[in-house]
């Protein structure tokens, strides 16, 4: 299981995460999530899904990748670090966007370009908060 998903996969309880598998704190049980723990695991997710899908040309495929979806149902949490990444290069974590949104802000010629994507759901983003 990835780093996001496990965050995912927690129990809040009384202010703490308190994690269904083993982990370094298996004495008490608890796991007190810092900020640290949370961009590393966004990254671990990220990296893993780009490097896994990399060389398929089958968007139902990259899509359907266990980290992308991690992604996808974390990304509120991950929102400040996606708009990061795409603002510094245009990228398919635009798919994301669309999936955890339900909907898109391109024009309708916008389809396959993954700048043209980018530029739009970064104006969205400004926009919408």
């Given amino acids: ?24 704190t298996r004495a008490t049980g608890i796991y007190r999530a810092t900020s640290t723990d949370f961009v590393s695991a966004f990254y671990a997710v990220l990296n893993r899904w780009r490097s896994e899908t990399r060389f398929l040309s089958d968007p139902d495929k990259v899509t359907e990748h266990p980290s992308y979806r991690a992604l996808v149902e ?3 949490k991950v929102l400040p670090f996606i708009r990061m990444e795409l603002a510094r290069e245009p990228s ?3 798919w994301v966007l669309e999936d955890y949104y339900g909907t898109d802000p391109y024009a309708p010629g916008d389809e396959g370009d993954v700048a043209k994507q980018t530029n739009r759901w970064l104006a969205y983003l400004d926009a919408n908060g």
Avoid at 1 to 24: E, K, Y
Wanted: no cysteine.
């Fill in 1 to 24: 299981m990835n780093a996001l998903a496990q965050v995912s996969d927690t129990r809040r309880n009384q202010g703490q995460f308190i994690r269904s598998n083993n982990s370094a």
């Fill in 74 to 76: 974390n990304a509120e």
């Fill in 92 to 94: 398919h974590l635009v």
